[in-house]
Nanobody, 124 residues
Framework: VQLQASGGGLVQAGGSLRLSCEAS????????VGWFRQSPGKDRELVAA????????DYADSFQGRFRISRDNAKNTVYLQTESLGSQDTAVYYC??????????????????WGPGTQVTVSS
């Protein structure tokens, strides 16, 4: 599967962006899909994940209530709606497809296919 993340850009503090992760090569509705982000000098961290099929949402504590993950299986796309962005949200955002041999998908090693990422820059 190939993933293409888009929707990043420059936004003022307090603004919002909707990131998209479009998959090609196979349907991803039967896979967990996660959004991660990585800032310079920091580890890649999970933002949110959405489970296969029924789409149960899971968020890291820092993003609960402020970001929302969703999926459109007809478009083979997963979205990340971001709100109330601050400078601490400046990072490259990546989407990834979870590995079927992992039960929990909270760590990067539980994901097998990654997109190239999209840069989000928040100006204060």
């Amino acid at each position: 599967v190939q993933l293409q993340a888009s929707g990043g850009g420059l936004v003022q503090a307090g603004g919002s962006l909707r990131l998209s992760c479009e998959a090609s090569g196979r349907a991803i509705k039967t896979s967990t899909v996660g959004w991660f982000r990585q800032s310079p000098g920091k580890d890649r961290e999970l933002v949110a994940a959405i489970s296969a099929n029924v789409g149960v949402e899971d968020y890291a504590d820092s993003f609960q209530g402020r970001f929302r993950i969703s999926r459109d299986n007809a478009k083979n796309t997963v979205y990340l709606q971001t709100e109330s962005l601050g400078s601490q949200d400046t990072a490259v955002y990546y989407c990834a497809v979870g590995r079927s041999d992992f039960f929990f998908h909270s760590k990067p090693e539980a994901y097998g296919s990654w997109g190239p990422g999209t840069q989000v820059t928040v100006s204060s």
